[in-house]
């Protein structure tokens, strides 16, 4: 189900997974879809406003309340679920999926791996500032590209090669000393990072493989994905120590001395960039469905690049980001590899559309001409 010359058609985003190069690696669609100037306008300010949002709340969260990172993830997922089952009693078209066990069995792989990388991008945003996490997880394209290949069990072209290398080459720009200096980056950060780009890599393997277990819904996949997350994210949060710090703030707030036990955690942002996230990341969700229908990837390209460059500059003005040439270039290198593979694989897919529909009117000449050649036997 899972071909290396169309990498991913993402139906879900998961509310954490923001990055410039997950765009690129979602966009590879075939087709230019029919829509307005200004409803590509709406859908692409829509998605780029959602998707910064989701990064920068994400970032002031983290770093409100580091302590609780698996809490925060949790609590993104029951408020998307909260949201689907709110849009099913509002729309007759959403439908919220029944309990099924072989469902759930057959979409275990792919929620395992979700939840999982989610926790690592999130412990990699919190290590580091906003601008090194695209360079941290660079290695999203190259990663996905490697797997796809070895899954498919074909290799890519030469330009497609050529992409992954220059992308490979800018996160190994970005990750040299000059370009790491600042004490918001740690090695732990990096390795979350990488570790983020692998299972981001091997999701985009396992969705073709889970979509039709929800016959190819994704909102059916989303809410199965979610509600899926929160489950596996309880036995972490008992695991890693966060739900015995709520039992322990829980009894500081009934005695009374609650500012003491929590001088580490700012239960106002904590709590409404939980709301905020949980809801942006349900939009982000939506946003990508709808980009991916009426956008370009080209139009897709151009978004991602701006948007890269907007989360740098807003990364300095409001958490003081300290850019180095290196990541500079680590940054821009990235990106443009990232455009070369959007413009290839745009270009297939131009080239595989026109041959779908240059053969059926082949095969009907064909067949006339066999005709004609026949009564002229007769």
Same mark, same amino acid.
């Given at each position: 189900?899972?071909?290396?010359?169309?990498?991913?058609?993402?139906?879900?985003?998961?509310?954490?997974?923001?990055?410039?190069?997950?765009? /690129?690696?979602?966009?590879?669609?075939?087709?230019? &879809?029919?829509?307005?100037?200004?409803?590509?306008?709406?859908?692409?300010?829509?998605?780029?406003?959602?998707?910064?949002?989701?990064?920068?709340?994400?970032?002031?969260?983290?770093?409100?309340?580091?302590?609780?990172?698996? $809490?925060?993830?949790?609590?993104?997922?029951?408020?998307?679920?909260? $949201?689907?089952?709110?849009?099913?009693?509002?729309?007759?078209?959403?439908?919220? !999926?029944?309990?099924?066990?072989? #469902?759930?069995? +057959?979409?275990? !792989?792919?929620?395992?791996?979700?939840?999982?990388?989610?926790?690592?991008?999130?412990?990699?945003?919190?290590? *580091?500032?906003?601008?090194? /996490?695209?360079?941290?997880?660079?290695?999203?394209?190259?990663?996905?590209?490697? @797997?796809?290949?070895?899954?498919?069990?074909?290799?890519?072209?030469?330009?497609?090669? #050529?992409?992954?290398?220059?992308?490979?080459?800018?996160?190994?720009? =970005?990750?040299?000393?000059?370009?790491?200096?600042?004490?918001?980056?740690?090695?732990? +950060?990096?390795?979350?990072?990488?570790?983020?780009?692998?299972?981001?890599?091997?999701?985009?393997?396992?969705?073709?493989?889970?979509?039709?277990? *929800?016959?190819?819904?994704?909102?059916?996949?989303?809410?199965?994905?979610?509600?899926?997350?929160?489950?596996?994210?309880? &036995?972490?949060?008992?695991?890693?120590?966060?739900?015995?710090?709520?039992? #322990?703030?829980?009894?500081?707030?009934?005695?009374?001395? $609650?500012?003491?036990?929590?001088?580490?955690?700012?239960?106002?942002?904590?709590? @409404?960039?939980?709301?905020?996230?949980?809801? /942006?990341? /349900?939009?982000?969700? @939506?946003?990508?469905?709808?980009?991916?229908?009426?956008?370009?990837?080209?139009?897709?390209?151009?978004?991602?690049?701006?948007?890269?460059?907007?989360?740098? #500059?807003? =990364?300095?003005?409001?958490?003081?980001?300290?850019?180095?040439?290196?990541?500079?270039?680590?940054?821009?290198?990235?990106?443009?590899?990232?455009?070369?593979?959007?413009?290839?694989?745009?270009?297939?897919?131009?080239?595989?559309?026109?041959?779908?529909?240059?053969? !059926?009117?082949?095969?009907?000449?064909?067949?006339?001409?066999?005709?004609? +050649?026949?009564?002229?036997?007769?």
């Amino acid at each position: 189900p899972f071909a290396p010359a169309k990498i991913l058609s993402l139906p879900y985003i998961p509310p954490s997974a923001f990055s410039p190069s997950d765009t /690129f690696v979602a966009m590879t669609v075939s087709g230019t &879809p029919a829509a307005t100037k200004a409803q590509i306008t709406a859908v692409v300010v829509f998605y780029m406003i959602a998707a910064l949002v989701m990064v920068f709340v994400n970032k002031l969260v983290l770093n409100a309340a580091p302590e609780l990172p698996v $809490l925060f993830l949790f609590n993104q997922m029951l408020i998307a679920v909260a $949201l689907l089952h709110l849009s099913a009693a509002m729309s007759p078209r959403v439908k919220i !999926p029944s309990w099924d066990y072989s #469902v759930a069995k +057959g979409l275990f !792989p792919v929620v395992s791996v979700n939840a999982v990388g989610l926790v690592w991008n999130t412990l990699c945003l919190r290590a *580091v500032d906003t601008s090194y /996490f695209q360079i941290a997880r660079g290695l999203v394209l190259p990663l996905t590209i490697a @797997v796809a290949a070895l899954h498919g069990r074909k290799a890519p072209s030469l330009l497609v090669i #050529v992409s992954a290398s220059l992308v490979t080459g800018g996160f190994l720009i =970005g990750t040299t000393p000059s370009a790491t200096i600042t004490t918001s980056t740690s090695q732990a +950060g990096l390795l979350y990072g990488v570790l983020s780009a692998v299972a981001i890599a091997v999701h985009a393997v396992l969705i073709g493989a889970a979509l039709p277990k *929800v016959n190819g819904s994704a909102l059916e996949l989303a809410y199965w994905t979610n509600a899926g997350t929160a489950v596996l994210l309880t &036995p972490v949060m008992l695991l890693d120590g966060e739900a015995q710090k709520l039992w #322990v703030m829980s009894q500081a707030w009934m005695d009374g001395s $609650l500012q003491q036990a929590t001088m580490n955690i700012d239960w106002k942002v904590f709590l @409404v960039g939980s709301l905020v996230t949980g809801t /942006f990341g /349900f939009l982000f969700c @939506v946003a990508s469905l709808i980009s991916i229908k009426v956008t370009s990837p080209v139009t897709h390209m151009f978004t991602s690049a701006v948007r890269s460059v907007l989360q740098t #500059v807003l =990364g300095v003005l409001i958490f003081k980001d300290i850019i180095t040439t290196n990541r500079l270039a680590s940054i821009a290198v990235i990106l443009f590899g990232s455009c070369l593979y959007t413009w290839v694989k745009s270009k297939d897919n131009r080239r595989r559309d026109a041959g779908s529909q240059n053969a !059926p009117a082949s095969d009907a000449n064909h067949q006339r001409s066999e005709g004609k +050649g026949a009564a002229e036997k007769v």
